[in-house]
């Protein structure tokens, strides 16, 4: 059974937002355009501090319940830490290339041709 705790649900909370904030400012003119960065900045720095506090924390308790011999190491971490760098990668790698080429796309407006109706 997989538990889903309190820090996975707010990091979806702020990324969801962070990306619904970051996709209706790219469209404004001027500098408030670049407030995205900082947007992306802040949800990063949560992110970051959440991941090192409660890990902080697991490290901690495990030292505290397990003071001995029979010392239980968590590998599962590199697999974990590898997932999330492939998947912000991916994000990332996905989020520009969809700024690139569809959202700064330089767009005209064109006449529509005329329709000679006769039926």
């Keep these: 059974m997989v538990f889903i705790g309190v820090g996975i649900i707010t990091l979806c909370v702020v990324w969801a937002l962070a990306i619904v904030i970051c996709v209706l400012l790219i469209r404004c003119k001027g500098t408030l ?7 992306l900045a802040v949800a990063s720095l949560i992110t970051a501090a959440l991941w090192i506090k409660f890990k902080h924390d697991q490290e901690r308790k495990l ?8 010392i239980i190491y968590d590998y599962a971490v590199i697999g974990r830490t590898a997932v999330l760098v492939v998947t912000g990668t991916t994000l990332i790698v996905g989020l520009l290339s969809i700024f690139k080429f569809h959202i700064s796309e330089y767009h005209v407006a064109s006449r529509l041709p005329a329709w000679n109706n006769q039926y």
């Design 33 to 39: 355009a670049y407030l995205t960065i900082v947007i």
């Design 63 to 70: 030292e505290l319940e397990l003071k001995g011999d029979n």
